[in-house]
């Protein structure tokens, strides 16, 4: 399942953040993360994880998914990454990879069900995510203050960036729920919901049983 969800960040917010990553951030090698494979086609920098901005931005950042309601549902979260905040000029590029299974974190390790891109500057051209699903390869262009959520097990890469800097954040997920499928049902059932809640009484009998079901749901597939 490929999301996109909307203004995760707002705009003033966001041009705090550009100030601070272009002032104040000690950028490094985009490879030192990198597994063996993707060290070879990873071409941009990024900041460690411990920088004293990525730690600033990334509790901002991670306050404001917790208040998005479409992101718990999406992604229905168990255990998130650190942040990691990417710097593309022109080109660099990330080839084709796919997403370390396992990452090893200060809080211990991690299994990768989704993997995240939020966009935090969007004045530059090239630089597309694309990422390959059922469907063939599905070209991403974000808004500043969007994000994708998609699955770590997706081939993805970076198109070269021609002019401007891409700045992202980026992070992965364990879910409460392994299986993509499952947690597409899940989330299409949460919208129905809310949607169906919108236009009956949030107790009408009908909102309560699909409720019920939807929690059953996750009570059988969820993993503690």
Known sequence: MLVVLDDIIEADALGA?????????????GRMTAGHQSARVKRNRQL??????????????????????????????????????NSYGPGQTFGAHVDNAIRMTGRGTLRTDLSATLMLDDDFEGGALVIEDVFGPREIRLRAGQMVLYPSSSLHRVEPVQRGERL????????????DAQRRILFELDHSIQALGGELDPLHAQVVALTAIYHNLV?????P
């Open 17 to 29: 953040m550009r100030a601070r990553l272009r002032r104040d951030a000690h950028w490094l090698d």
């Open 48 to 85: 460690a994880e411990d920088d004293p901005v990525a730690l600033e931005l990334s509790a901002e950042i991670g306050a404001a998914l917790h208040r998005s309601p479409r992101f718990v549902s999406a992604a229905l979260p168990q255990r998130i990454s650190p942040l990691l905040f």
């Open 168 to 179: 992202v954040a980026v992070f992965w997920l364990q879910s409460l729920i392994r299986d």
């Open 219 to 223: 009570r059988r597939w969820a993993e």
